[in-house]
């Protein structure tokens, strides 16, 4: 029997959260955002493209250095950075860029099971680092 993963992508508008709750989503995305940038890079200078392998040598160190920040924020980060390291490393190979690194321009956060949970039937709950 084959696993169907069902992905939801919400689009939050900023003009309709309140401010303190918007500037936590900036603050959680900026911090994502410099997590994933450090993966990426560190995947790409030591050839890493495998989730699991630059989970082992990155997680504890980003846990240290992030520690206000829920963990599954981190592992998602990984899956993220792996991602992105592998299609950049790959493209390199085949000579389509002269770049000795990738350029992150866009972010999507990625709300693993354990950071969000359903609050009746149209509110979401999510883990950030302000609770």
């Not at 994933?36 to 504890?60: D, E, G, H």
């Not at 980060?77 to 992105?84: F, G, H, K, L, P």
């Not at 085949?94 to 693993?112: A, G, W």
Request: with cysteine; proline share 3%.
């Amino acid at each position: 029997m084959e696993k169907k993963i069902v992905t939801r992508t919400i689009v939050v508008e900023s003009e309709k959260l309140p401010h303190k709750v918007f500037s936590v989503f900036i603050e959680l995305e900026g911090m994502y955002r410099n997590v994933v940038i450090q993966l990426l890079l560190y995947a790409v200078r030591s050839s890493i493209t495998s989730f699991i392998r630059l989970k082992a040598v990155k997680y504890r160190d980003l846990r240290s250095i992030y520690s206000h920040l829920p963990s599954y924020y981190v592992y998602t980060a990984c899956q993220d950075a792996s991602i992105r390291a592998k299609s950049f490393l790959k493209l390199r190979k085949t000579c389509l860029t002269n770049r000795e690194y990738p350029e992150v321009k866009n972010i999507s956060i990625r709300l693993d099971d354990h950071l969000w949970e359903l609050e009746g039937y149209a509110s979401v709950r999510i883990a950030t680092p302000k609770g």
